[in-house]
């Protein structure tokens, strides 16, 4: 069973690895023995995000059906032979994960089967589903059972992931609009993006990024530092896509060259080595 498991738990990480070097980094910026747990919640993650994103010459309603019911399937029983799975449940069972969040997170994928666009009501719902669960997840994991801590930090941690979200969602336009047929952002026309338009979602990615950070300094010291790296991440991409025309966003993705990914880590550990962060 040992031998199963290191192995299930393998797959989450070269999994996390080869979908996204920027979270893999992160991660591994955490302590240690917050390594495992969170690469088997990304390793989740990223294969449901699969189905809905990119298997588009199978049935992906049925492939997200069976992946939802395998998954609490993993979680009640305590062991999956699909190795992503299984790790997946080991640390929803070992934390305590409110299913409820999981619960949150396959009715976005859902929401992503169809091409439309969504009022505010649905945006507000597919970003908790899809990336404000993912943070609440692993701050139940940061938290490590301590529930006020948990409490303190939730409204944080949901900033975080929404922050990120609609940053993706800005990079990723051209590809979700002309591809996928899918418009995140409430009362946007892409046809028109305007200026105005821009201006008024960064404002709101702002805010997210504001109250996010207030959380990061008062995450546990083995999750801070790695956190911390991500968020700066972030906030440099979106600090490139506010620099970028409203009509450049739709005909190029923004992203960060590794050169400048090696700079903010080498600010962030010079912060951290003078008690900054």
Do not use: W
């Amino acid at each position: 069973m040992k031998l199963f498991q290191e192995l299930s738990e393998h797959c989450s990480k070269i999994t996390t690895e080869k979908y996204s070097t920027s979270f893999s980094s992160s991660i591994k910026l955490l302590d240690k023995d917050l390594h495992t747990p969170i690469f088997n919640i990304y390793g989740f993650v990223r294969f449901a995000d699969e189905i809905v994103d990119t298997f588009h010459d199978y049935n992906k309603e049925e492939l997200l059906t069976n992946f939802k019911k395998e998954t609490y399937d993993a979680i009640k029983r305590g062991i999956s032979l699909n190795p992503i799975l299984h790790s997946f449940q080991i640390t929803v069972n070992k934390y305590e994960i409110d299913h409820h969040l999981i619960e949150a997170f396959f009715n976005s994928m859902e929401m992503d089967l169809q091409e439309c666009k969504y009022d505010k009501a649905g945006y507000d719902a597919y970003i908790y589903g899809s990336a404000e669960v993912v943070g609440l997840m692993c701050l139940y994991v940061f938290c490590n059972g301590n529930k006020e801590e948990y409490e303190k930090l939730k409204p944080s941690a949901q900033s975080l992931g929404a922050a990120f979200q609609k940053v993706n969602f800005l990079r990723d336009v051209k590809a979700d609009y002309e591809l996928l047929s899918r418009t995140y952002f409430p009362g946007v026309d892409f046809n028109n993006f305007t200026l105005k338009a821009k201006k008024q979602i960064e404002a709101d990615i702002a805010n997210d990024f504001a109250k996010a950070y207030v959380g990061i300094m008062q995450l546990p010291t083995k999750a801070k530092f790695g956190v911390y790296v991500a968020y700066v991440y972030y906030l440099s991409l979106f600090e490139k896509i506010k620099n970028t025309k409203a009509e450049d966003i739709l005909n190029k993705r923004i992203r960060i060259p590794d050169f400048g990914k090696a700079i903010i880590l080498a600010k962030a550990k010079l912060k951290n080595a003078v008690n900054k962060i």
